[in-house]
């Protein structure tokens, strides 16, 4: 017995030995309860942390959120993994502790509330790779139309100089550009998490417009993922974006009716989007059939009449001239792009609703924008399975065009140049394989999981496999059926 008890005092002294020698991290000390500064991220109701450092070995260095040391179970043992969940605890409670390569977005607003549709007064901070890159005040507020009744929302930030909000601030977030206005969405209805991101990517590889300046237009909007705690609470998964509007596609300024350019949305399947009707219209209303003015919104600035005059000339009865005159109304070389695309996508939404229309001045032509593919390669818009027929979606304006032999000529040569570079079977599997990647590597389908508040649906049958298996089925589709115009 004396023996036993000799032994374990040795080792009791081995391991407060070594325990001594261990050394702290390099963690910031958190500032206030939020911890908004440290690079430890925690939600203490879901009882979930994230580490946005670099992969320690916390068998040798200790890592400290608000001054009380988080300690890890003994088989860890060696450096922290990227996307494994460790079991570990502090302050005496149990945590699933995560490191993540994803920047790291923590919000705190000052009234610590709901976030509502007026913009919320918050403070925020940035991090990424165990470094903050960007803190300071901001606001947000809810955003979208058929998200909102989903329960992870989506949000709008609006980046402020000061608390109030009197001031906005110009800065370039995660390298895209530099601007005040940025989105967050959460991508609920998209059990992957990919199909926007991947097809926005698609889309600025090859969509173009016709214009001496077109290497300064940008057709659609960057997007990057980030994991989002909002006032301690984990949000899970979401990609801060670029919003579309003027300075992204170098519209000319308004002056007057005369001049400026032009960009309106379809927001949902209106009289006007669909074109079976062209009701009357108000200029004292940003709203017309569907669409939403996004530029110029001031009043006496736009003239709905504008775009009510091309839609109607895509509408009805193709007029003798039409394959001389249509090229002078449209960007052909861009709605051919969008036509490809959004049939490469099965984007049925993305004919009607989520759709944006532009033109550079009033002596240009329109031309299409791409935005919002969440609902594509067989997902309905609320995340359901949708089965795609073999047939062409068509914008009102390319049903028109249709008639044209020129036309679906111009489109046939396209599609055969495409299919040889950007839209390769394996190219196009690229952006996607990318994505999901990412994902997988950093765990955020298995901790989105976890958190039951965010009902984020599994994969499950819309895995992978499945979106592979869509694309493919509608490339063949499309390789006979163009080729066969």
Known sequence: MRALKHQLLIVLLLFLSFSSCKKEATVTPAIDTAFLDDIISVDVEEKVMLYNGEGIDVAEESLFL??????????????????????????????????????????????????????????????????????????????????????????????????????????????????????????????????????????????????????????????????????????????????????????????????????????????????FSLPDYDNNSLEWGGYEVKYPQEVGAYDWQKLKDFIAYFKGQIPNDFDELYPQKLDVDNIIDYFILVNVLGAFDNVGNNVYIARKDQSSPYYFVSWDYDATLGLGITGDLFSLENDFIQHVVTRQLWFSSAFKDKLKMRWENLRSDQLADEKIKSHYRNNHSVLLRNGVYEREETIGRLEKPSPGLASMGYL??????????????IGNL
């Open 66 to 275: 608000d001054n009380a040391e988080i300690l890890f179970n003994a088989d860890v043992i060696s450096q922290l993994a990227v996307g494994r969940a460790y079991e570990s605890r502090w302050k005496e409670n149990d945590y699933r502790f995560y490191r993540t390569e994803l920047p790291i977005l923590k919000i705190q607003t000052r009234s610590n509330s709901e976030i509502g549709e007026r913009y919320e007064s918050s403070q925020f901070v940035l991090m990424e790779s165990g470094e903050i890159v960007l803190k300071g005040n901001l606001g947000i507020r809810l955003r979208g139309n058929t998200s909102l009744a989903f329960p992870k929302k989506s949000y709008r930030l609006e980046l402020w100089e000061d608390a109030e909000g009197e001031t906005s601030r110009d800065a370039s977030v995660l390298n895209m550009r530099k601007d005040d206005d940025w989105l967050l969405d959460g991508m609920w209805n998209e059990p992957l998490s990919i199909r926007d991101k991947s097809a926005m990517e698609l889309w600025l590889s090859f969509g173009q417009v016709q214009d001496v300046d077109e290497e300064d237009i940008v057709l659609g909007a960057a997007r990057e993922y980030c994991e989002l705690f909002i006032n301690g609470s984990y949000k899970g998964l979401y990609y801060i974006g670029e919003r579309l509007d003027r300075k992204q596609l170098k519209l000319e300024k308004f002056s007057d009716q005369s001049d400026g350019g032009e960009l309106y949305k379809a927001k949902g399947w209106g009289e006007a989007v669909i074109a």
């Open 468 to 481: 592979e298996e869509t694309l493919v089925q509608r490339l063949q589709f499309l390789d006979e059926a």
